[in-house]
């Protein structure tokens, strides 16, 4: 693999998740071991950012755990947002991370584990899951025309997006290779990458 990985989630609802995705990924990444006992990002003491800055420079992904209560942490929406930044220090520079969106299972009412919860009536995620810091950065995945591409089953290009979305299980089968695309589209240079709004 060879690129040192950042992986951001919600704590409450993905600490599992999370455990998982650094097993299966070994030596390779560098991780964040989640927000317990953070206060409210805009009561943060400096001293905690400073540490996420310096857990996220030098990373080259960002995975970010898509689970049920993501969409309400400001930390991770910040945490991807500052891993988007090329960010300089003295004579180091780390270039803007690619994401992948991993969408965590959950077990449906017949006990299996699926990404069934993240869907919507159509069989397309549903863009409310989502941190706005990814929202923005999925120009065409979650655009109109997209929407009636998937309804009359014409081939979508999410390909154009800078994020890559993925299941937790497709993930885990094969975590090179989201990350290796996640790489490719943050170098790429035919990205529009959008930082804040």
Not at 58 to 68: E, F, Q
Request: hydrophobic share 35%.
């Amino acid at each position: 693999m060879g690129h040192r990985v950042f992986v951001s989630y919600k704590y409450s609802d993905a600490v599992n998740t999370r455990e998982e995705i650094r097993k299966k990924l070994g030596d390779e990444g560098q991780y964040y071991n989640g927000e317990k006992g953070f206060v409210a990002l805009n009561n943060a003491d400096s001293t905690i950012k400073e540490y996420l800055k310096e857990m996220i420079f030098g990373t080259s992904v960002t995975v970010v755990i898509i689970s049920p209560q993501v969409v309400f942490s400001e930390w991770v929406d910040w945490e991807i947002r500052y891993s988007l930044r090329q960010q300089s220090r003295f004579d180091s520079t780390s270039f803007r991370n690619g994401i992948v969106c991993v969408i965590q299972s959950q077990k449906d009412w017949a006990g299996n584990e699926n990404c069934q919860w993240a869907l919507d009536s159509n069989g397309k995620y549903k863009r409310n899951i989502f941190p706005q810091a990814i929202l923005d950065n999925m120009q065409t995945y979650f655009n109109e025309n997209a929407y009636l591409n998937a309804l009359f089953g014409l081939k979508t290009d999410c390909a154009k997006d800078y994020c890559v979305l993925v299941s937790e299980a497709s993930f885990k089968k094969d975590p090179t290779k989201y990350i290796e695309e996640a790489y490719r589209r943050a170098h790429d240079g035919s990205y529009e990458v959008v930082v804040n709004k």
